[in-house]
């Protein structure tokens, strides 16, 4: 690509700065802008040169980009990898270029992980985990059969394989507590509220008890399609989601989400200073993940004035 067409953030500093090339994988989700905003404002704060390009969720783009980050012999390479697999051999060309590779947010699935120097982001498992327990507590005292729908993010993209089984590991203590039906919704609210408008359609005067989304994008656009259906999300349906974003909590403080588990966006200090370590000859843990929690209705009132996405 031609260099205009890259967001290029000029580091401040008088010395030659370092150079981070960071392939972001699209802008799906008001979570992404977030973690965008992040690492654009971080690389400013750190005087690193940041190269930064959106691959609209195509792993083919970030194949492209990646190439020309080579190519323009950039210090270091980010990555926030749309799907887990296919990996192996762009790693192996930066590699052999030199180029230390970081893995932001997602993961990569490869034969050598000596390919990439660490990653950063979420245990997508744990949080699963978080949205399965909350479940299993608020439906303690009462019998089953409880229904829950799953609303998925990106086929293959290690939140939404992640995210589901740590869910269903969870619930399976229960076997009366059943996912009925599973769909990819990419992790877009117009995709979100589509398909919740299909599943309540499908089954009409019989909805699920639960519907459990894979971010609060979804979960928000599947809200407007359980209102437009006359029924109360978080009441007549209960409503799990991940992230935390500012929409999402303002609909969990106003009842109609009941639990979102957190995942934070704000990678970008986190990953300069990566960076600035790995050209100071460090090493590094092989995975960095950030402190989460879960957000109840009572913490979404306090939290929500403070959210900045
Ligand atoms: O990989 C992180 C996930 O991707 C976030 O949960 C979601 O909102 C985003 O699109």
């Given at each position: 690509p031609g260099f205009d067409e890259w967001v290029s953030t000029h580091a401040?500093?008088?010395?030659a700065p370092i150079t981070l090339g960071f392939s972001q994988l699209g802008s799906e989700s008001a979570w992404r802008m977030a973690n965008t905003a992040s690492i654009e404002e971080a690389a400013v704060e750190s005087g690193i040169t940041l190269m930064m390009k959106n691959a609209e969720q195509s792993q083919e783009k970030q194949f492209e980009v990646i190439r020309s980050f080579i190519e323009m012999n950039v210090d270091v390479i980010a990555i926030a990898p749309v799907?887990?697999?296919?990996w192996d051999e762009i790693l192996e060309e930066a590699a052999q270029a030199g180029i230390p590779v970081i893995i932001v947010d997602r993961s990569v699935d490869v034969r050598?992980?000596?390919?990439?120097?660490t990653t950063i982001g979420s245990d997508f498992y744990e949080e699963g985990v978080k949205a399965g327990k909350y479940l299993l507590d608020k439906v303690s005292n009462r019998p089953g059969p409880i229904r829950v729908v799953e609303l998925q993010g990106t086929v293959g993209s290690t939140p939404s394989i992640q995210r589901g089984q740590g869910f269903l590991d969870t619930i399976s203590s229960r076997s009366d507590i059943t996912v009925t039906y599973s769909a990819f919704a990419d992790f877009t609210e117009a995709k979100g509220k589509a398909m919740m408008q299909q599943i309540l359609k499908q089954s009409p005067g019989e909805p699920p008890h639960v519907l459990y989304a894979h971010n609060d994008d979804m979960a928000l656009g599947a809200i407007e399609a359980i209102e437009e259906a006359g029924l109360a999300p978080g009441t007549d349906i209960i409503v799990i989601s991940v992230d935390g974003t500012r929409r999402a909590l303002e609909k969990l403080a106003a009842g109609k989400l009941n639990a979102v588990v957190e995942c934070n966006p704000l990678l970008g200090p986190q990953v300069m200073q990566a960076t600035k370590e790995i050209m100071a000859g460090r090493t590094l843990p092989k995975r960095m993940v950030p402190k989460e929690d879960i957000f109840t209705q009572e913490r979404a009132k306090e939290e929500l004035h403070n959210r900045k996405f």
């Open positions: 401040r500093s008088s010395e799907v887990e697999t296919g050598d992980p000596s390919l990439f120097v």
